[in-house]
């Protein structure tokens, strides 16, 4: 069973119009639910996909496509990022870069889910480092209407999904 659902069957179901895959990708999905449950409608919204992985990028962006969203997808060659940034109703950064993404990038009231985990020096730490994420948090406080902070953001919601990813295909089998 594909549980973190990305066999390229999942994948490719994910990305064909009126196909569903079995599993959806559990960052992804966690993005996705982390918007749903605090009430934030992707539906005609503009929404910045910072990063293009096979693991986040790519798959959030496919599924907000099928939900009538308007995805613009900024990556390492994109020019001049930050004005696309700024006008996205919703940011999902997961370029993989420390603090890239600066509180000035950010339209006031935005919704902005940090995927980022990237460790920092950080002397006053016993392990030398502390992990930040893809945005300046403090600065994007001051801003944004919502935000996921980081550590404790989207990683949790990651584990639900792979547990809840877990528990639908043990369904499926007992059906």
Known sequence: MDVDGFH??????????GRDPLFVPC????????????????????????????TVGLPVSLLLLKDDTSVTVVHSRTKEPES???????????G????????SWIKPGAAV???????VDDSSK???YRLVGDVDFHEACKVAGWITPVPGGVGPMTVAML?????????????
């Open 126 to 128: 016993k392990s030398g």
């Open 8 to 17: 390229l069957l999942n994948i490719g179901k994910l990305a064909m119009k």
């Open 27 to 54: 960052t992804p999905k966690g993005c996705i639910e982390l918007l749903s449950r605090s009430g934030i409608s992707t539906k005609r919204k503009n929404v910045v996909v910072v990063g293009r992985s096979n």
């Open 163 to 175: 547990l809840k990813n877990t528990l639908d295909g043990a369904k499926r089998v007992i059906h």
């Open 84 to 94: 696309i940034i700024r006008q996205a109703d919703i940011i999902i950064a997961a």
């Open 113 to 119: 889910i940090d995927v980022g985990t990237n460790a």
């Open 96 to 103: 993989g870069q420390a603090i890239m993404i600066k509180g």
